[in-house]
Structure formats: structure tokens, C-alpha cells
């Protein structure tokens, strides 16, 4: 089956600074990638949708220069948290839609980052 | 856009007994319905899904059914098990055949415990 995978699993970071996570699609083209954000007993909330080769679409009330998007290839997306802040802290989970694909998209491990 | 509410937040059950969790949806043109499973600090996994041109649809133990003019889909968990205790959430989507189509929205999740 499509497999999507996160890195790092886990991160802890000091408040000011920027974070990277990295998302890739292992065995098919992903040209749509989803980036969602988890706090804890709540549901995923859609952050922004990535196209391959494009700017990334943002969610209301998402703000695009401090959640920077990037989908370069059809295998990889990052998602950079800049200038990051404790109430950043939540879990980030990628998304990836198959070239081909009508329906299913599938999901990364996701990324626990915690904003000291 | 569309919106997705979902029934109970909370589902208790006794070990063999059946579990069923409901979700209404907004937008009449969705026509792609994925039920997922979420284990505590892992990714939505997909259990089960429907699309709007049929009615019910069943695997094992897991089956779920659609009512487009009601606008609600349903799951039904049988015979439940311990291990079929996570949070369970909801999702919908208008899915193009051609191209990528719309974001998934999430209902808002049922913590279901199988208790033994």
C-alpha cells in the first residue's frame, strides 16, 4: 500500500526558533500533500493543501509567513514553523493524495512538536 | 464549505456488543465518506469508506451505511473488541474524477472504549 512518511518523529525546540518537517511519499507520486494540526483530544484541523510545483493554499486563519510551505517534488513536502512559540506546540500530520487517485489520500506518522 | 458533526464525543461499551457512531454533513455534493481510526499519538488509519453511489458497504466486522438525502453516514462497529478502543473520526469530501478534488473535513472524533 502507499506509504507516507514524517521527519523527525519527535521534536522539542526553544521559543524563537524555526522548525522543519519533512513529509515524503516512499512508493508513489504525490501530487497534492495536506498539512494538519492536532492539539490534543481534538480532531485534525487542515492547515494548508500543497500542489507540486506551486504555493500552497492556506486555511483561514493560518498565517502563511509563519507556517511556510513547500512541495518541490511529487515526493516531498516540508512544513517550516518559523519563529515558533509554546502555543505552536501540537501534533503535525502530512497528507498525500496519489497522482492518480480520486479518493484516498494517506496519512504520515506525524510530528510531535513541543516549543519550550 | 462543508461541515462535519459527529455523534457521541464519548461511546462506552461492554466487550460483544455493537458500537455506532454518526455523522451529518453540510455539503450535498460530497460524495466521498472515509470513516479512520486514531490510536493515541499515531496517525489516522482508514478503517472503512463509502462513496455516494451506494448505501451501505461492510468489512468484517466494521460496516457503514450512507442516507445522501439525510445527508448522514453511519458507523457500525460488531462485536466489539478491546483493541477497538481509539478515537474514531468521521470525514467528508466531494471527490472530482478528473484532477484532485476538495479537502477532507473531519468530524470532531468519538473516544469509543470497550470496556471488558
Known amino acids: 500500500g502507499a506509504v507516507v512518511s514524517q521527519h523527525p518523529s519527535w521534536v522539542i525546540c526553544k521559543s524563537g526558533t524555526s522548525v522543519k518537517i519533512e513529509c515524503r511519499s516512499l512508493d508513489f507520486q504525490a501530487t497534492t500533500m495536506f498539512w494538519y494540526r492536532q492539539f490534543p483530544k481534538q480532531s485534525l484541523m487542515l492547515m494548508a493543501t500543497?500542489?507540486?510545483?506551486?504555493?500552497?493554499?492556506?486555511e483561514q486563519g493560518v498565517e502563511k509567513d509563519k507556517f511556510l510551505i513547500n512541495h518541490a517534488s511529487l515526493t516531498l513536502s516540508t512544513l517550516t514553523v518559523t519563529s515558533a512559540h509554546p502555543e505552536d506546540s501540537s501534533f503535525y500530520i502530512c497528507s498525500a493524495r496519489d497522482r492518480g487517485a480520486t479518493y484516498e489520500q494517506y496519512f504520515g506518522p506525524g510530528t510531535r512538536l513541543t516549543v519550550t | 464549505g462543508e461541515n462535519v458533526e459527529q455523534h457521541p464525543s464519548t461511546l462506552s461499551v461492554q466487550e460483544g456488543d455493537s458500537a455506532v457512531i454518526k455523522c451529518t454533513y453540510s455539503d450535498s455534493a460530497s460524495n466521498y465518506f472515509p470513516w479512520y481510526k486514531q490510536e493515541l499519538g499515531k496517525r489516522p488509519q482508514l478503517i472503512i469508506d463509502?462513496?455516494?453511489?451506494?448505501g451501505e458497504k461492510k468489512d468484517q466486522r466494521i460496516a457503514v451505511t450512507l442516507n445522501k438525502t439525510a445527508k448522514h453516514f453511519s458507523l457500525h462497529i460488531t462485536e466489539t473488541q478491546p483493541e477497538d478502543s481509539a478515537v474514531y473520526f468521521c470525514a467528508a469530501r466531494f471527490a472530482r474524477v478528473t484532477g484532485g478534488g476538495n479537502k477532507l473535513t473531519f468530524g470532531t472524533g468519538t473516544q469509543l472504549k470497550v470496556e471488558l
Open positions: 500543497s500542489n507540486e510545483g506551486s504555493k500552497a493554499t492556506y
Open positions: 463509502i462513496r455516494s453511489n451506494v
